[in-house]
């Protein structure tokens, strides 16, 4: 059991205490972050003078050959070591002998972990962002190429006014956009190095914070050793976000689950997308979108976990915080895969739009315009809402939509009634007649459009390009 730590200790670990212990199964992940933090240093120890320059050439060129033979499969992470850090200057020793012992110099496992999972997670927020980004793209399209298209809005899952499926997609496109900003803000928030906080109170050695930090391109270092090596402030925010996300893609899953009923039949959800019965041969399941849904519930248990995990512990590091990996990594994946597989099965998506719109206009979705054809002709908004409501109720036992109606049946009703009503209630008609900014109306969505391609077109001025890569 290879360990970085038994020089006070006299007798092995329990076996069964060193696997309990032990995170090489899961830190293991970062060991491309742990070897770009390990080289930072090196290049720092070696510019004040801490080692010397052929010290740390030979410490950054050894690590990067141990990088290398990582990804190539040459050199294998195994259940020996502790943890990544055991393994990666376990090896390097292995490979220099007492030059690479000099490593650690100046440096604690608790900053080196908590500079580990610190640049894992802003990966993970830049990665996050760009497939939000492409999930946008795809909305985007669908609202460019459906600003005519109508179909029912709901409250209650009851049909309430008639919308355009460009906007109903626009609302989506609007919680993504927020979900973006979020990790915006998380990136500004997280990126400052804890790398020379040492194990809680710094080190006496005169490391260059502000030298590592801008080598991994941090804005800085962190400004209290104790911070630095005990917040996870960063991680929980992610998964806050993340959890957001999920929430909006599961409410996106659950319509789309609706729209593919055979009830409605909105949507047709591609071959790829979809699975069948194993013994109802008629069956086409919406697969992905169910498991976005439940995967949701996957998202917010990393969340709360690690809330909880966070809750009790003292300043500065405690074995406890072991604990933020395994489940936030399973979260990061999770969100990851469920946007990528989220916008494949959108963006292959057909949208079955004359019965979108025949659900429109049979489902009374134009009352409430029928309600402002009164008021517009005099008839206070109180009785005229009386007088559809009237209305409506005719219709349901006639068993005809309003614009059916003769008008003589109107009339009947209400004698403020003219054969200008027909043009005044059409889908099309209130559908372009709101043309407030937000509203479904063709001009008032265009407008819209053309500032959603605008903000797609920006870039979000962050730079993942640094030295160390």
């Known amino acids: 059991m290879a360990q970085l730590w038994g020089g006070r200790f006299t007798k092995e ?34 510019k004040q003078g801490i ?67 610190r640049l894992y997670t802003r990966l993970q927020v830049l990665e996050t962002d760009d497939l939000l980004k492409e999930l946008l793209e795809t909305i985007l399209k669908i609202m460019e190429e459906n600003v005519d298209t109508i179909m029912p809005g709901f409250t209650h899952l009851q049909k309430a006014q008639p919308i355009t499926l460009a906007h109903h997609m626009g609302a989506y496109f609007e919680m993504f956009k927020r979900d973006r900003s979020r990790l915006h803000d998380i990136y500004v928030r997280m990126n400052y190095c804890p790398l020379g906080s040492g194990a809680l109170a710094g080190t006496t050695y005169p490391l260059d914070r502000e030298m590592t930090a801008e080598l991994m391109g941090f804005y800085g270092p962190t400004l209290n050793s104790m911070d630095g090596v005990s917040d996870r402030d960063y991680l929980i925010e992610f998964l806050s976000a993340a959890s957001t996300i999920m929430m909006h893609l599961s409410r996106f899953s659950e319509e789309i689950i609706i729209w593919n009923s055979n009830e409605y039949q909105f949507v047709e959800i591609d071959d790829a997308y979809s699975t069948g019965s194993s013994i109802m041969p008629q069956k086409k399941n919406p697969d992905i979108a169910e498991l ?19 809750k009790g512990i003292p300043l500065a590091y405690n074995k406890d915080m072991q604990e933020d990996k395994e489940l936030s990594f399973d979260a990061m994946d999770t969100v990851k895969g469920c946007i990528a597989l989220f916008n494949g099965m959108l963006a292959t998506m057909k949208f079955n739009k004359e019965r979108m ?26 009785d005229a809402h009386g007088i559809i409501g009237q209305l409506v109720l005719y219709c349901i036992d006639q068993n005809k939509a309003i614009d059916e109606l003769s008008l003589d049946e109107l009339k009947a009703i209400s004698p403020v009634f003219e054969e200008d009503i027909y043009d005044a209630i059409s889908m099309e008609t209130c559908v372009s007649k709101r043309l407030t900014i937000g509203a479904p109306g063709q001009e008032a969505m265009k407008k819209v459009i053309e500032q959603e391609r605008a903000y797609l077109d920006e870039e979000w001025m962050i730079d993942d390009e640094y030295l160390i890569r």
């Open 13 to 46: 670990t329990d076996k069964l205490v060193y696997n309990f212990n032990a995170s090489i199964g899961f830190d293991q992940k970062f060991y491309k972050q742990d070897i770009e933090g390990s080289i930072a240093h090196v290049i720092m120890l070696g």
């Open 357 to 382: 719109y025949a659900s429109a206009n049979g489902g009374f979705t134009n009352a409430t315009d029928a309600a402002d054809y009164l008021v517009n002709h005099g008839v206070p908004f109180r």
């Open 51 to 117: 080692l010397t320059k052929e010290e740390s050439d030979q410490i950054v060129d050894c690590l990067c050959g141990i990088r290398a033979d990582v990804e190539n499969g040459v050199l294998e992470i195994t259940d020996e070591y502790e943890d990544i850090h055991s393994f990666v200057e376990a090896t390097l020793i292995d490979r220099l002998g007492d030059v690479g012992k000099k490593l650690h110099t100046g440096r604690s496992r608790n900053d080196q972990v908590a500079l580990d999972m």
């Open 292 to 310: 976005v849904r439940g995967k949701t519930g996957r998202v917010y248990g990393a969340l709360m976990s690690l809330l909880t995990t966070m």
